[in-house]
């Protein structure tokens, strides 16, 4: 038996409510909003109380997947960047770096959207970004 | 009480034990083990209140014939004893260790210093529902005031299920407030007032006046004054008082007979 209650931060908006995940035998079950934090004084809306769902959801991917022949196929993660790299080159090279859009997102850090912007910006060369919690 | 809980683990009359500890300046929820019983010098009581016997019911769902000790105030133990009734922890496999009550109207020492909800604001005075008010003076608006006053509470509902989900004697695999037959799903502000009033009425013989649900909602809702009047029907009605013992409740038509006696006039 090992419970243990995990203090940490929502990862969705920009707010960063305080949640506290309950980790049972090494399974996320549940979620808690954290009563002393300074943002959220134990409040929480939906989509903070369902954090633990995505993390233990049946339908997470748990590799990459590449579509071959009409059907999606596991494959490595080489594999996989190797897949996306040529076909970005290939769509810039046709049809311009502006025919690229990408998308950032509110669930990682600040500085790895900092790399996502300088990844659109200085690697193919687009001013399209932008984010998911634009909602 | 540090050394009293390291006794039970070494002695194993319990298996674990659920408490407070500090952890980056926050009194949060902490599971103790036999394990590692330096730990338990670590032992708070904590000002703020977690559901600590919804953790124990989650964790005995899991392992049956664990031993869960736990830190109680009043309304952790009115909560053990519904879920005593609805079969969700049994009593033998939980020892509870009393701490000190939250502040309330019937206690006025407590350390718990989270349970008082604010002074309302103005427009909340005027046209909602005051947090503060006691069932009585709820009562004393007139039938359409009131409605209106109930309506523009329930509007603000941002349908997180918060209520629910902290609530430590909500435990139904099958939730009434997530059944598209009985309520209108996809939507918000969810179907009112059916949304609440299923969920008020699901709390008759349930509810234990923790507070947690209104401490949850971030719309402010006064739940718990709501709650608390579908309990004093329970009460009136049946003459049950839901929590202060672990009699069987009215509502609890499992068994040989159905008891759903009204208080004899």
Redesign the interface.
């Known amino acids: 038996m090992d419970f243990n209650i995990i203090p940490s931060v929502c990862s969705y908006c920009g707010c960063g409510c305080g949640v506290l995940f309950q980790v049972l035998d090494g399974r996320l079950i549940d979620t808690l909003p954290m009563k002393t934090h300074p943002v959220n004084e134990g409040k929480l809306c939906i989509k903070g109380w369902s954090l633990h769902e995505h993390v233990v959801s049946d339908k997470r991917l748990k590799s990459p997947m590449i579509r071959k022949n009409g059907e999606l196929q596991e494959c490595t993660w080489d594999e996989a960047i190797q897949t996306a790299a040529d076909k970005f080159k290939s769509i810039i090279r046709d049809h311009g770096p502006d025919s690229i859009g990408v998308l950032a997102s509110a669930k990682i850090t600040n500085e790895e959207n900092y790399l996502v912007q300088k990844f659109a910006r200085a690697v193919i060369g687009t001013n399209n970004v932008d984010h998911c919690a634009r909602l | 009480m540090q050394e009293q809980v390291r006794e039970w683990l070494e002695q194993g009359k319990v ?2 034990f659920l408490g407070y500890k500090n ?2 300046g ?6 103790y ?1 036999k394990d590692n019983l330096d730990e338990t010098g670590n032992l708070i009581v904590g ?4 559901s600590l016997e919804k ?1 124990a019911t ?2 005995a769902a ?2 049956p014939e ?1 031993k869960i000790g736990l830190l109680v105030r009043d309304c952790n133990q009115r909560a053990l004893n519904v879920l005593y009734i609805w079969n969700q922890l049994r009593p033998d496999n939980i020892e509870t260790m009393s701490v000190n009550c939250c502040p309330s109207k019937l206690k006025e020492h407590g350390d718990c210093s ?1 349970l008082e909800p604010e002074k309302a604001a103005p427009l909340k005075m005027m046209i909602g529902i005051d947090n503060n008010m006691d069932v009585e003076t709820a009562e004393e608006f007139s039938q359409e005031d009131r409605y209106k006053r109930w309506m523009y509470e329930f509007q603000k509902c ?5 209520c629910r ?2 609530c430590p004697v909500c435990f139904c695999k099958e939730c009434s407030l997530e059944h598209k037959d009985l309520i209108a799903t996809g939507s918000v502000p969810p179907e009112v007032p059916i949304f609440h009033l299923v969920r008020a009425v699901h709390m008759g013989g349930r509810c234990i006046d923790c507070g947690l649900c209104e ?4 719309v402010d809702i006064s739940l718990r004054l709501l709650y608390r009047k579908v309990n004093d029907i329970v009460s009136d009605v049946f003459d049950y008082n839901t929590g202060t013992s672990a009699d069987q409740s009215p509502f609890n038509m499992l068994g040989e007979e159905v008891k759903l006696e009204p208080k004899p006039i």
Do not use: F, S
């Not at chain 2, 401490?215 to 971030?218: G, K, L, N, R, Y």
């Open positions: 298996d674990i952890i980056q926050h009194p949060l929820p902490y599971c083990t000002k703020a209140r977690y953790m989650k964790i899991e392992h664990l989270y941002l349908k997180c299920y918060g989900d902290i401490d949850a909602c971030p």
